[in-house]
């Protein structure tokens, strides 16, 4: 590999990196929009007028809960 620094210089490495960060983001824009995607649907199965129909109200213990569909 001793002829690596000639040939992958500086600015490949760097365009490499941007390329890869670029990918990264696109992935998680893509899961984030797939779960988007999944919660409305959830909404429009349930019948809600507003999101915040589905979560939990103000008596229950603060704590991680799932929203699916029975």
């Not at 890869?20 to 893509?30: C, F, G, P, Q, V």
């Not at 915040?52 to 008596?59: A, G, I, N, R, V």
């Amino acid at each position: 590999m001793s002829y690596a620094p000639e040939r992958y210089n500086q600015t490949w490495q760097h365009q490499q990196i941007a390329i890869a960060e670029y990918l990264d983001t696109l992935s998680e824009l893509t899961a984030r929009l797939d779960s988007l995607q999944s919660f409305a649907l959830l909404c429009e199965q349930k019948g809600v007028k507003s999101s915040k129909e589905l979560l939990p109200d103000d008596t229950v213990k603060p704590g991680l809960y799932l929203l699916g569909v029975d």
